[in-house]
């Protein structure tokens, strides 16, 4: 398979189930492998993640991300928001993804003139690491979304995993069996999007 048709298998996928088409150490083995092979600014290799699998994944859904958004969201408007934690929680797994403050702090240290473009090299690295991972879950016919619901859950996700302080959250991929067809993507105009010069 040639990258851009692995790149376009890559979409987001709501309709998630627990049965994977591999074994749960695959996956586990493909998250690890991609994420090394991810590269980072100045080789830095800030990227982490914790993998949850089965029962973990559930709670963490169901429990915890629940449990934080429930005071900010008015009861009568809180089922949509349940609901949709729910059809995460359907899923085989999450992944969340960190990125490590205390190697970014050192690279601003060690290289002062680009301080203060750090933490953007690291957004940078983060977004290549769950474009990576998502593209290979999808490849092998595991079905991903990529959800944002830091920083609201950030200390009950320190707390509940042991998170090392460095450790920033940036993002959270449910992912499980695809139990619906994908849309199919629509795209801007290229004129919106690209100047060719030359």
Known sequence: MDLLTAYQKRRTQYALGNELPVSREEVESLIKNVIREAPSAFNSQSSRAVILFGEESVKFWNELVLEALRPLVPAENFGPTEEKLASFAKGAGTILFFEDQKV????????????????????????????????????????????????????????????????????????????????????????ERFVVVG
């Not at 977004?127 to 619901?149: D, E, R």
């Not at 998170?163 to 994908?182: D, H, K, R």
């Open 104 to 191: 970014i702090q050192g690279l601003q240290e060690q290289y002062a003139l680009y301080a203060d473009k750090f933490p953007e090299f690291s957004a940078n690295s983060a977004g290549m690491a769950q474009f990576a991972v998502w593209t290979a879950l999808a490849n092998k016919n595991i079905g991903a979304s990529l959800q944002h619901y830091n920083p609201v859950i950030d200390k009950a996700v320190n707390a509940a995993y042991q998170i090392p302080a460095s450790w920033q959250l940036s993002a959270q991929m449910p992912f499980g069996s695809n139990e619906q067809a994908i849309a199919p993507k629509e795209y801007i105009n290229d004129a």
